[in-house]
């Protein structure tokens, strides 16, 4: 199957996929745009991310499935696999996020599988695959469920301030 037709069949898979339907993930294209996609998703109950509404940002290069896509969170997450920009950087291209899934990308990968390992990293952060920032920092430090709290309150502060549904 070529690059192309690999990509209008992973999108249909991705549209009718009923595990990204259990995870309330919703996938379309951008502009009618076969290479660039985008996604959201609600945060998981019983988390510091419960009640945001989360959009993804997803580049397909022509080369997939022997590449893997680039895929960004849109506004700022509070995650340590989510990297997190200077008020000088660029971020107008989205939040790149550290997944193990995506970083070992092999042809038996997909992006219905990316977002699902996305998801589930938002569940069980990986602080030790992280970026060197804020909540990577917060994260290692927790050794007591009072720190746990302050680590989600902190998540909470962000979706308030970038992802609640009202705001996006």
Not at 28 to 56: C, H, M, Q, R
Not at 83 to 88: A, G, H
Not at 94 to 106: E, F, L, R, V
Not at 120 to 133: K, L
Request: overall charge positive; some cysteine; glycine content about 6%.
């Amino acid at each position: 199957m070529s690059g192309l037709s690999e990509i209008k069949a992973e999108y249909k898979r991705c549209r009718k996929s009923e595990s990204l339907a259990l995870l309330s993930i919703g996938v379309s294209k951008i502009d009618g745009s076969d290479y660039k996609w985008k996604a959201s998703f609600v945060g998981p109950k019983k988390t510091g991310y419960e009640g945001g509404l989360f959009k993804l940002l997803i580049t397909i290069p022509e080369n997939y499935p022997l590449s893997a896509p680039e895929i960004r969170f849109k506004y700022p997450v509070f995650h340590p696999n989510v990297q997190i920009y200077s008020e000088n950087e660029n971020s107008s291209n989205g939040y790149h996020i550290c997944c193990d899934y995506i970083n070992q990308w092999g042809c038996d990968r997909s992006i219905e599988g990316s977002l699902m390992a996305i998801y589930q990293i938002m569940i069980r952060p990986t602080p030790e695959h992280g970026y060197d920032n804020e909540a990577t920092k917060l994260l290692k430090s927790l050794n007591n469920d009072s720190k746990h709290e302050t680590y989600k309150k902190k998540c909470n502060e962000w979706v308030r301030k970038y992802s609640t549904i009202n705001n996006s």
